[in-house]
């Protein structure tokens, strides 16, 4: 069969660059840690091609949805080539197979059995390209007793022990909250990414490919540090968590006092420098078990008397970290986030909304989204044609 052979473009030496320009990605992915890894790579200048099924990502539906059109689904996708394929088809495998051949990345996030039932696995194509770098996001990994357990990101947080150690810097509770942010998701795409960018670079050096299994359980145990530590050692722990919510007359700010330096600052903002040399607080241990107490006499003789906007003012003029409780409007709202170019504008066949842009800016290269998020199926016909498939081909896949 005809095969496209992969092709490095000579990178940009403007300040367009893209850092991956030339790579050509197969996305595979679908709902959040996947799309969430190739939507960095597309960011960063790789060709991402999102295969999809006759349906669609199921993110197509989730809202917002305007004229069929779903933002949440766009932040994910935005910038990527849409086509369908049904990969449960002599058909589907063979164009798979001609992909493969002519790319540089293949992402997917099903369960491990999934793309070996389709002959779709790293062993299956490998064959077609000992380049390739394919990446696996699961919820377990590839692997061991646990590896075709369903996973979405609310049982990852509850089996990774996120959910218990989160509860546990929330006094007098003892249910475990819904964390509706899919931290898990996020997490695993981000170092999907990270795990990727290696590869590359060892590919530079070794000219062969390799397998990374991503296991999302794992990637939120990188989140529970202290915890971990603490769950092998015995360490005696404050009644009330040394980060929180201070009250003020109208509401509350949040001041984190991670250093003698912070805690010296922050008493003098409160106008209790006495409390610097109390024997209850003057030393780190003894303070840290009776934070409560220190707490509880910030808020009586200062913090509860003010505004927040005050006692922002006041712990500003000393350097304290702190901050207001914002919304996430307010946040994407703050003149910081504007300086920064925090947000890129992009459109579908809806219309613009704004996403983030990557959290890093970098001298020599540009990391942006393509601003066009593709309808469902758009680049199929394009994209076969590449692959060497004549128009009548195209036809009859679509026939079948």
Known sequence: MTVETRTQKPLATTANARALDGLRVLDFSTTIAGPHCTRMLSDMGAEVIKIEAADGDTMRNRPPVREACSTAFGQLNVGKKSIVLDLKSPDGLEAVQRLVAGADILVENF??????????????????????????????????????????????????????????????????????????????????????????????????????????????????????????????????????????????????????????????????????????????????????????????????????KQCLAALDKFGVPCSAYRTVAEAMADPQTAHRQALAEVHDDAGSFKVLNLPFRMSAANPSPNPRVARLGEHTKAVLQQAGYSDEDIARFGAR
């Not at 377990?140 to 979405?152: D, R």
């Not at 509350?252 to 040399?277: C, G, H, N, W």
């Not at 006499?297 to 505004?307: A, D, G, H, Q, V």
């Open 111 to 308: 369960r491990p059995s999934v793309m070996q039932r389709l002959q779709m696995d790293y062993a299956s194509l490998r064959g077609f390209n000992p380049e390739l770098i394919y990446c696996s996001i699961s919820g377990y990994g590839q692997t061991g007793p646990s590896a075709e357990l369903p996973a979405y990101a609310p049982a990852i947080h509850a089996a990774s022990g996120f959910d218990l150690a989160h509860l546990a810097y929330q006094p007098g509770r003892d249910r475990p909250d819904y964390c509706g942010i899919y931290l898990a998701d996020v997490v695993s795409g981000i170092y999907a990414y990270g795990a990727i960018t290696s590869a590359l670079y060892q590919r530079v050096r070794t000219g062969e490919g390799q397998h990374i299994d991503v296991s999302m359980l794992e990637a939120m145990l990188t989140l529970t540090l202290n915890e971990m530590q603490w769950s092998q050692f015995p360490v005696t722990l404050p009644g009330r968590p040394q980060f929180g919510p201070v009250e003020t007359s109208d509401g509350y700010v949040m001041i984190a006092v991670a250093s003698e330096k912070s805690f010296r600052s922050f008493m003098l903002a409160a106008e209790r420098p006495d409390l610097i040399t109390d024997p209850r607080f003057e030393k780190y241990a003894d303070r840290r078990l009776a934070w409560g107490e220190l707490m509880d006499t910030i808020e009586t003789s200062w913090s509860r008397k003010l505004t927040s």
